[in-house]
Each structure stands twice: as structure tokens, then as C-alpha cells.
């Protein structure tokens, strides 16, 4: 088995990715989003407070038309859900602790 390569992302490498429709945040066999926007909060405050979330999956493939490169969120979905909808001023934290 191939071990999965570990990298660093920034949030305007999702945010681009989102853009350009080269990130599949719900690949088909992945379920719907579930999370509520106070689950989605809940989320951003650990992530601001620096508390350990478990990683992001991502399939890195060569799209169907062979001309760009997609990546697919194999786990963590809600997680990457949540982290754009911050980014896009769609979803506060719920606590106060500042972006």
C-alpha cells in the first residue's frame, strides 16, 4: 500500500481550488453535509483556539478532460464546508474569539 503524502494547504489554496472548480468538496460517493451552522461554529473555534481537528483527505486526479488537475475530499468534507463558508463571510464563529 502507498503511503499518502503529507502537505500543508493554506485557506487561499481552497479558496482557489473552490474558484476554479478544481476542488470536489462531495465526490459521489461521499454523503451529503449534515452539519448544522453552530456545528460548523463549534469547528472554527477550535480551529482558531489551536486545538488539534483530525486531517483532510484529498484525491489529487487528473480531471476527465485531461486538462487541469481536481482534488477530490475524500475525508473531511464538513470540515472544508465550514472553513469556506468562514472565508466567504457566510458563517461567524461562535464564540469570541476573532478571526
Do not use: C, H
Not at 32 to 54: N, Q
Not at 67 to 79: A, L, P, T
Amino acid at each position: 500500500m502507498i503511503k499518502p503524502d503529507r502537505s500543508n494547504y493554506t485557506r487561499l489554496d481552497f479558496l482557489e481550488w473552490d474558484d476554479t472548480k478544481t476542488l470536489v468538496p462531495t465526490p459521489k460517493f461521499q454523503r451529503r453535509g449534515v452539519w448544522t451552522d453552530a456545528a460548523r461554529s463549534s469547528l472554527i473555534d477550535t480551529l482558531l483556539r489551536g486545538m488539534p481537528v483530525p486531517p483532510i483527505y484529498l484525491r489529487v486526479r487528473q480531471s476527465d478532460d485531461k486538462k487541469r488537475i481536481v482534488r477530490e475530499v475524500i475525508d473531511g468534507q464538513q470540515r472544508v464546508a465550514s472553513v469556506l463558508k468562514l472565508l466567504r463571510n457566510e458563517l461567524r464563529p461562535s464564540s469570541e474569539v476573532r478571526v
